[in-house]
T-cell receptor
């Protein structure tokens, strides 16, 4: 089982739609969670951190469910410019020294259509 | 400071050759990470440093891979006796120390092994 798992998609949605992605993680002791956005042939860029109480940034809402070990990202009123791959990031205990390192999921591709 | 800088942007090499990549992090960032990304996958953790100390590395990192950060500033990633399977985008990122400190990525070095 992968340490951080995401549905690869693609999610094809019309403009204005609401879309949600989930990401599950294997390490119950993980403490840091993020969503990154990656455009084609570009480097990943931070979209938002995910806090225990949930947090919102404009049209984007992130939530954490520790009991079920998943985080979610909700995008409201989708824009064409939201088309990208969304990467879930969790700090996972490393297997060599046991120190934590930020581990990425394989990403969920979103395509917003006109 | 213009962000994380990686050199070269592209590297084409023949199988069996050694290659070295350089990363210059954001100046005030203590942590420096190396990731590898192939098409359709999320960034795969390779190793990270806090200042000059290499704190964790992936078990996937074979003996042919070595990374250094001798003065706690820039870092180099060397791949010896390259194989075709090493072809990928090599991403460097830096961050401050802290659980909620996000990663800031460079543009990456694209390696092609022929």
């Amino acid at each position: 089982r992968k340490e951080v798992e995401q549905d690869p998609g693609p999610f094809n949605v019309p403009e204005g739609a609401t879309v949600a992605f989930n990401c599950t993680y294997s390490n119950s002791a993980s403490q840091s969670f993020f969503w990154y956005r990656q455009d084609c042939r570009k480097e990943p860029k931070l979209l938002m951190s995910v806090y225990s109480s949930g947090n919102e940034d404009g049209r984007f809402t992130a939530q954490l469910n520790r009991a079920s070990q998943y985080i979610s990202l909700l995008i409201r009123d989708s824009k064409l410019s939201d088309s990208a791959t969304y990467l879930c990031v969790v700090n996972i205990k490393g297997r060599v020294t046991g120190r934590r390192a930020l581990t990425f999921g394989s990403g969920t591709r979103l395509q917003v259509q006109p | 400071d213009t962000g994380v800088s990686q050199n070269p942007r592209h590297k084409i090499t023949k199988r069996g050759q050694n290659v070295t990549f350089r990363c210059d992090p954001i100046s005030e960032h203590n942590r420096l990470y190396w990731y590898r990304q192939t098409l359709g996958q999320g960034p795969e953790f390779l190793t990270y440093f806090q200042n000059e100390a290499q704190l964790e590395k992936s078990r996937l990192l074979s003996d042919r891979f070595s990374a250094e950060r001798p003065k706690g500033s820039f870092s180099t990633l060397e791949i010896q006796r390259t194989e075709q399977g090493d072809s990928a985008m090599y991403l460097c990122a830096s961050s401050l120390v802290g659980l909620d400190s996000p990663l800031h990525f460079g543009n990456g070095t694209r390696l092609t092994v022929t």
